[in-house]
T-cell receptor, first 110, second 117 residues
Framework: TQLLEQSPQFLSIQEGENLTVYCNSSSVFSSLQWYRQEPGEGPVLLVTVVTGGEVKKLKRLTFQFGDARKDSSLHITAAQPGDTGLYLCGLTGGGNKLTFGTGTQLKVEL | NAGVMQNPRHLVRRRGQEARLRCSPMKGHSHVYWYRQLPEEGLKFMVYLQKENIIDESGMPKERFSAEFPKEGPSILRIQQVVRGDSAAYFC???????????????FGEGSRLTVL
């Protein structure tokens, strides 16, 4: 069974700070997706990374896929209260399941 | 252009009753996935269905839980004889492609929150 661990589990920061959250797998995966889930809503896809070493930017969010395709990171620059939410990484390895990590709960305060 | 529609949004049941959760995928999507989320936790895969077929139910509890996606109508997740431990948010997602194709995005509904008293 492929395991996905995310860290930190909880993160509370002030507006304007930078932060990085991590997603680590016990084995290699073919692609990885990052989702954000706001309270009371379903997750929404932010990005899919496929190639080892790949870096993708989405405004203030930077996603990186590790060279060995076993890890990924999400860096947020100048966090805003609107960034508050649960950040989930999900991997597509073998089989028909999109397996999600444990999630990082981010709170950005004014 | 409606997204994934789930109902009810909130459902309260007493122990031993049945819960039925419905999911209408996005237009043109024929692949449906159900996930369960406990408070402060990530999403756990339950089942993947195509029209009239269960493709992968490896995440479904062996007893009391069943899912279907008929030719006509929404997908239904059914929980019989609910217990307190079934209290959770149940999310449905749909995709135009199955098997979580390499870059396939899942579109999620807003979830159905089941509370068992």
């Amino acid at each position: 069974t492929q395991l996905l661990e995310q860290s930190p589990q909880f993160l509370s920061i002030q507006e304007g700070e930078n932060l990085t959250v991590y997603c680590n797998s016990s084995s290699v995966f073919s692609s990885l997706q990052w989702y954000r889930q706001e309270p009371g809503e379903g997750p929404v896809l932010l990005v899919t990374v496929v190639t080892g070493g790949e870096v993708k930017k989405l405004k203030r969010l930077t996603f990186q896929f590790g060279d060995a395709r076993k890890d990924s990171s999400l860096h947020i620059t100048a966090a805003q209260p609107g960034d508050t939410g649960l950040y989930l990484c999900g991997l597509t390895g073998g089989g028909n399941k999109l397996t999600f990590g444990t999630g990082t709960q981010l709170k950005v305060e004014l | 252009n409606a997204g994934v529609m789930q109902n009810p949004r909130h459902l309260v049941r007493r122990r031993g009753q049945e819960a039925r959760l419905r999911c209408s995928p996005m237009k043109g999507h024929s692949h449906v996935y159900w996930y369960r989320q406990l408070p402060e936790e990530g999403l756990k895969f339950m089942v993947y269905l195509q029209k009239e077929n269960i493709i992968d139910e490896s995440g479904m509890p062996k007893e009391r839980f069943s899912a279907e996606f008929p030719k006509e109508g929404p997908s239904i997740l059914r929980i019989q004889q609910v217990v307190r431990g079934d209290s959770a948010a149940y999310f449905c997602a749909s995709s135009p492609r199955g098997g979580h194709a390499v870059t396939g995005e899942l579109f999620f509904g807003e979830g159905s929150r089941l509370t068992v008293l």
